[in-house]
């Protein structure tokens, strides 16, 4: 496993930590490889029946690091190990937990519409700035977000890119339970415990039904796999990496010569849900 994620077995129950500080817990191509490899073992053993995602007291997730990000929006789209990633969390059978101890931007909050139950610290916030990027949100979110918070608070907060507090994503349906930052991990267990502690059986089946096997958005992939769809977004990247420093800037693109889309499956052969009549 990457040194960034730690990996913790106790009895039932996997916790999969994201253990970056330094930088928020941004999240690298490493980190993104070793989320789906111990989710996809955890799969295949019967032994685990609920997984817990958290972070660190302060920072849940800062979204993606930024340098593999620029070089993502240079190169036209998400890398491997990104999108993997995304597909397992969107097909994943075991119940997840989350626990929230601060900071959630971009990535950090969309994850949270594919977990079953989400602590969160009261100082925690909730923040998707993808539009002012002129980027698209990710992660199904565009499909499961006006489903659990309703169409006007989902654009105000993926499109208008508002954030939220951990008291409003309680209210609009996004946090199950608000404590202090010192007790997130405790209760994430606690609730984890709980969910193990039923029959497996009952609640996979009880989970699938709730879902209805909800599957990614194929419009979402659609328009992200177009590379024609946001001829204007590469701008405020451009100004990013000219704002990195003399020599990056040399290096990198003009917002002329960047690729024109998304940050997102380049092709259908790429999208983990292939869109409908798609080779």
């Given at each position: 496993?990457?040194?960034?994620?730690?990996?913790t077995?106790?009895?039932?129950?996997?916790?999969?930590?994201?253990?970056?500080?330094?930088?928020?817990?941004?999240?690298?191509?490493?980190?993104?490889?070793a989320?789906?490899?111990?989710?996809?073992e955890?799969?295949?053993?019967?032994?685990?029946?609920?997984?817990?995602?958290?972070?660190?007291?302060?920072?849940?997730?800062?979204?993606?690091?930024?340098?593999?990000?620029?070089?993502?929006?240079?190169?036209?789209?998400?890398?491997?190990?990104?999108?993997?990633?995304?597909?397992?969390?969107?097909?994943?059978?075991?119940?997840?937990?989350?626990?929230?101890?601060?900071?959630?931007?971009?990535?950090?909050t969309?994850?949270l519409?594919?977990?079953?139950?989400?602590?969160?610290?009261?100082?925690?916030?909730?923040?998707t700035?993808?539009?002012?990027?002129?980027?698209?949100?990710?992660?199904?979110?565009?499909?499961l977000?006006?489903?659990?918070?309703?169409?006007?608070?989902?654009?105000?907060m993926?499109?208008?890119?508002?954030?939220?507090?951990a008291?409003?994503?309680r209210?609009?349906?996004?946090?199950?339970?608000?404590?202090?930052?010192a007790?997130?991990?405790?209760?994430?267990?606690?609730?984890?415990?709980?969910?193990?502690a039923?029959?497996?059986?009952?609640?996979?089946?009880?989970?699938?039904?709730?879902?209805?096997?909800?599957?990614?958005s194929?419009?979402?992939?659609?328009?992200?796999?177009?590379?024609?769809?946001?001829?204007?977004?590469?701008?405020?990247?451009?100004?990013?990496?000219?704002?990195?420093?003399?020599?990056?800037?040399?290096?990198?693109?003009?917002?002329?010569?960047?690729?024109?889309?998304?940050?997102?499956?380049?092709?259908?052969?790429?999208?983990p849900?292939?869109?409908?009549?798609?080779?």
């Open positions: 496993m990457s040194d960034s994620i730690v990996v077995d106790d009895g039932a129950i996997r916790v999969i930590r994201m253990n970056r500080p330094e930088k928020k817990n941004a999240l690298t191509q490493p980190m993104y490889a989320m789906t490899r111990a989710m996809r955890a799969e295949a053993n019967e032994a685990t029946r609920c997984l817990v995602l958290a972070g660190g007291r302060g920072a849940f997730c800062a979204g993606a690091d930024i340098g593999e990000f620029l070089e993502s929006a240079q190169s036209g789209g998400l890398r491997p190990h990104t999108l993997e990633f995304l597909k397992v969390l969107a097909n994943n059978q075991k119940p997840l937990v989350a626990a929230v101890g601060g900071l959630a931007v971009g990535i950090g969309t994850l519409f594919h977990c079953d139950h989400v602590v969160a610290a009261a100082d925690a916030t909730f923040t700035p993808f539009l002012k990027l002129a980027l698209i949100p990710e992660a199904a979110s565009s499909l977000a006006p489903m659990r918070m309703g169409y006007a608070r989902a654009f105000e993926l499109v208008m890119g508002h954030p939220l507090s008291e409003q994503a209210e609009a349906g996004i946090v199950n339970k608000v404590v202090e930052a007790a997130v991990d405790a209760v994430a267990l606690q609730a984890a415990r709980e969910i193990a039923l029959p497996a059986g009952a609640v996979a089946v009880s989970r699938r039904l709730l879902r209805r096997r909800l599957p990614v194929k419009a979402e992939w659609k328009v992200c796999a177009s590379r024609s769809a946001f001829p204007a977004w590469p701008s405020p990247l451009s100004r990013t990496i000219k704002s990195r420093s003399p020599k990056d800037s040399a290096s990198s693109a003009s917002a002329s010569t960047l690729p024109s889309a998304s940050l997102c499956a380049t092709s259908s052969s790429t999208c849900t292939p869109c409908e009549g798609s080779s």
